[in-house]
């Protein structure tokens, strides 16, 4: 999954805690997005960013909110760690030129543990 | 943007031609079918995509209706390997909020 990086990519939280994920890019993509995955579920829309400075909900966004201060970089952060937060988190980014060939560039996954 | 309806699960014997079929009956002309699969855990991979017309690569074939309306992924000969989850999605240039669904869970089985 080159160009899409995740950081950390293992994290253990105690319910409460606060922690934030980064996720970084280096294809200057404008839009990019924040997926949870929970076993046996598909892929949820957390939060999305058409652009720098931009940010909108997805399908589940409570109890996370996001940044893009910066056009590399999208944040996602849990104020307060919940164990209904436990996931897989995949961040994207999607390149807006279809006709060539793929358009969404996945990181390699966080796995996050909330006890 | 147009949404999908995939079969939650299917299942192929290996060796055989796997055919998954997608719904999008309210795809706009500027949108674009994409197939993504996610193996265990790990990040979707890219498989193919297509406008209007059928297309070939060294992973599937997409047979897209006339209408547009629906697509069927093919895999020619599917492998143990292959077992995954699989994901239709409509795109467009501008699509913001992008959405995957459920999938397709295809188990592939000896």
């Known amino acids: 999954n080159a160009g899409v990086t995740q950081t950390p990519k293992f994290r253990v939280l105690k319910t409460g805690q606060s922690m934030t994920l980064l996720c970084a890019q280096d294809?200057?993509?404008?839009?990019m997005y924040w997926y949870r995955q929970d076993p046996g579920m598909g892929l949820r829309l957390i939060h999305y960013s058409v652009g720098e400075g931009t940010t909108a909900k997805g399908e589940v966004p409570d109890g996370y909110n996001v940044s893009r201060l910066k056009k590399q970089n999208f944040l996602l952060g849990l104020e307060s760690a919940a164990p209904s937060q436990t996931s897989v988190y995949f961040c994207a980014t999607k390149n807006p030129r279809l006709a060539s060939g793929n358009t969404i560039y996945f990181g390699e996954g966080s796995w996050l543990t909330v006890v | 943007d147009a949404k999908t309806t995939q079969p939650p699960s299917m299942d192929c014997a290996e060796g055989r031609a796997a055919n998954l079929p997608c719904n999008h009956s309210t795809i706009s002309g500027n949108e674009y079918v994409y197939w993504y699969r996610q193996i265990h855990s790990q990040g979707p991979q890219y498989i193919i995509h297509?406008?209007?017309n059928n297309e070939t690569n060294e992973m599937a074939s997409l047979i897209i209706t006339e209408d547009r309306k629906s697509s069927t992924l093919i895999l020619p000969h599917a492998t143990l390997r292959d077992t995954a989850v699989y994901y239709c999605i409509v795109i467009s240039g501008n699509t913001g909020k992008l959405i995957f669904g459920q999938g397709t869970t295809l188990q592939v089985k000896p």
């Open positions: 297509g406008l209007k």
């Open positions: 294809m200057n993509h404008e839009y």
